[in-house]
């Protein structure tokens, strides 16, 4: 029938919880060219002094597989995880430090990013 209205499905709303956003947001910033210290887990055999200090490790790829396995219930749990990345890099690493640029370089970046697509 013309005009019947269609009923409205997840489907619909691709951005569900604001899941399409997070997935546009991480693919962000795994593309971004200070993302290098932050793509993988940080290996504390390599590092010393990692576990003890970081107590909630998270990086760009364990993001990506939370997101993978629907982990994130929206984008604030997924927000939750991308600041813990940045939080752990500035505890660890000295501002006047590579990693510790980079870190600062991406949290701005993130910032802005998901503030624009808020609004
Ligand atoms: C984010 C972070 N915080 C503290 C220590 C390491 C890291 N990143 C890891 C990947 C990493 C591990 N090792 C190296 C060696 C040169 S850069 C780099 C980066």
Known sequence: VSGAKKAKTD?????????ATCRMLLAELEAHQDA???LTPVNHKAVPGYRKVIKKPMDFSTIREKLTNNQYLNLETFIVDVNLVFE???RFN??????GRAGHRMRSFFDKRWTELLK
Do not use: A, M, R, V
């Open 11 to 19: 489907k619909d709303d691709n951005n569900t919880n604001g899941l």
């Open 88 to 90: 752990n890099c500035e």
């Open 36 to 38: 290098w210290p932050f």
């Open 94 to 99: 000295e501002d006047d430090s590579e990693i």
